[in-house]
């Protein structure tokens, strides 16, 4: 049985930084499009950062925390990490991490929810002013 399980979320300064954690288990990961999504009151769940792979060494990231964020995979460990620096306070958020359940032939980035099928519980990230 999949699942993805995050950790780190919390209460941080405007400038400062945060390392969120999603535990995944039940396969492997590295074949597999993964990303971290994120999800106001009120909004619809938006791309933060996606890989078209768990060992791609590439991402791709939204206009809003490129430069700032930074997502990475441990395949030995099958580990998803989104490190957050100068976080600001639009960046509070839910943040999700996220797995498609096919592996990736086409090399294309995933940028919509509904085209992920497995899911953590999310972790709060707030950032104070």
């Known amino acids: 049985q999949v699942q993805l399980v995050e950790s780190g979320g919390g209460l941080v300064q405007a400038g400062g930084s945060l390392r969120l954690s999603c535990t995944c288990s039940?396969?492997?990961?590295?074949?597999?499009?993964m990303g971290w999504f994120r999800q106001t009151p009120g909004k619809e769940r938006e791309f933060v950062a996606i890989k078209r792979w768990g060992g791609d060494g590439s991402a791709v990231y939204a206009d809003s925390v490129k430069g700032r964020f930074t997502i990475t995979m441990d395949n030995a460990k099958n580990m998803l990490y989104l490190q957050m620096s100068s976080l600001k306070p639009e960046d509070t958020a839910v943040y999700s991490c996220a797995a498609r359940s096919r592996p990736n032939y086409n090399g294309n980035y995933y940028y919509t929810p509904r085209e992920y099928d497995y899911w953590g519980q999310g972790t709060q990230v707030t950032v104070s002013s």
């Open positions: 039940g396969r492997s990961f590295s074949d597999l499009p």
